[in-house]
């Protein structure tokens, strides 16, 4: 269940805003468009269940991603 995921994010981020706010930029930045939004969202509260999100750790393809989406602003 989602409220199970959100428990579970808030043993690293103990401010609820804070932990919405990042929530959604990952799932903004990790989301596929052959998927479905509600499934991005709980795979990014299970990562932050799992891994601080505060420390600005991202997995290596988000990373990756990110880097070319960097690089694709600066050109236009």
Do not use: I, W
Not at 17 to 43: F, G, I, M, V
């Amino acid at each position: 269940m989602r409220s199970d995921l959100v428990f579970g994010a808030l043993t690293h981020v103990s401010n609820r805003y804070q932990l919405c706010q990042l929530a959604s930029k990952a799932t903004r930045k990790l989301h596929k468009p052959s998927t479905r939004l509600q499934d991005t969202t709980n795979e990014v509260l299970a990562h932050f269940h799992g891994a601080n999100p505060m420390q600005g750790s991202l997995p290596p393809a988000a990373a990756h991603k990110s880097a070319a989406q960097s690089q694709q602003r600066r050109a236009a």
